[in-house]
Nanobody, 115 residues
Framework: QLVESGGGSVQAGGSLRLSCKASGMITSVFWGTIKGWYRQAPGKQRELVAEITTSGGTNYADSVKGRFAISRDNSRKTVYLQMNNLKPEDTAVYYC????????WGQGTQVTVSS
């Protein structure tokens, strides 16, 4: 399973660091997957925030470029999302995803940014 943590409430301009730890059967495929963070705000579709490939290449949504950074620690089977200069429009439930032959999703963690 994938377990996210690190969400919470913060004022605009603040920072949060999300973590997503893989456990169980997923750990055996962790290194070979594209790892991503998605988010879903109320009334909106789930969208890609950031992803990191097996070779370390990264891709970000335009709305978070320069503010968010994705990283992973294969030895700890953990994916991170460092979020800086948060804005109210970043408020959403954030989901961790591992994409390979199978898609794996975490349960989500709430991020609320107040103005």
């Amino acid at each position: 399973q994938l377990v996210e943590s690190g969400g919470g409430s913060v004022q605009a301009g603040g920072s949060l660091r999300l973590s997503c730890k893989a456990s169980g059967m997923i750990t055996s495929v962790f290194w070979g997957t594209i790892k991503g963070w998605y988010r879903q705000a109320p009334g909106k579709q789930r969208e890609l925030v950031a992803e990191i490939t097996t070779s370390g290449g990264t891709n970000y949504a335009d709305s978070v470029k320069g503010r968010f950074a994705i990283s992973r620690d294969n030895s700890r089977k953990t994916v991170y999302l460092q979020m800086n200069n948060l804005k109210p429009e970043d408020t959403a439930v954030y989901y961790c995803n591992l994409r390979g032959d199978t898609d794996y999703w975490g349960q989500g963690t709430q991020v609320t940014v107040s103005s």
